[in-house]
DNA sequence: GTAGCTGCAAAGAATTTGCAGTTCT
DNA sequence: AGAACTGCAAATTCTTTGCAGCTAC
């Protein structure tokens, strides 16, 4: 649980409150271990028995992102999507346009060239979206099906 | 104005109409030439003396989208930005996270490499999110200066 | 004790939908 | 004529805010 340890820490730092509804926050974060939906995350603290209000939750989540917890991400379509940071390499996302499912995938060479382009602008690079947006095996032979 | 034949070729195909709002939306959108939010298209038709409403232009876009004449697009933050594609070369963003300035940027090598990663995962792709969040050259001194 | 949290309910913002009247084909 | 489109207003959905009471420090 070294997670709810970094939060701790960033909060005192910000002299900011530590509460047993941000650490359960946390908790039901690094748990998850994937990408959420806030009303999943509400859902889940629901379950734990943490009845934590939506609005909390939504002035939470800026905290755990500054505090590199966790990071925002697109996964197509409306609303804010997040996903834990911790323990998991860096990757990006393909998504099926069809059924929505989302495949990970990580690879290196992506890194590389992000930084070369923001370095040619003189950006100082700090985060980025990279979402591939196509249709997955699965619904290819189910389109190729109906015809 | 060969966007519009493109569009009305598209509603044709599509057993939709060809209607005088339609067309107002295609020139305006192409007229832009760049990225825009949804509400400024309204007001630019406003401005044209065209009086769509928000409703009307909320329903076309997904046309726009779907004939390949616009795409969807990012630039942080929320609501549904878009862009124009025609007459535009094909390229991803790079976004000051201070300014909100956008710098577009064009790299060959992404395109390969995503095509390399959707087959990969046999995945067939139709479009993707690209973009990179950082600081830009202006804002950094900005930051230095106040330290 | 007091500044900072929380939940609740209300407010906002962005987008979608239902409907009655109008228009393209 | 008839299916489709349009504008309007109402409905939804997602997120933020105001406030009164509670809690960590």
Known sequence: MQSVEKFRAFLRVKSLRVTPVREAIVKAVVTRKGHFH???LVRDLRGKGV?????TVYRSLPLLVEAGLVQPTIVSGN???YET???HEHHDHLVCSE???VVEFQ???FEILQREV???YGFELTSH???LIGVCPECQGRQAHEN
Chains 1, 2 share one sequence.
Do not use: M, Q, T
């Open 129 to 131: 979206f990279h979402e």
């Open 38 to 40: 806030i009303d999943e």
């Open 118 to 120: 923001a370095a040619k």
């Open 51 to 55: 009845d934590a209000s939506r609005a």
């Open 85 to 87: 940071a911790v323990g």
């Open 107 to 109: 690879f290196e060479a």
């Open 79 to 81: 609303g804010h999507y």
């Open 99 to 101: 059924c929505d499912k």
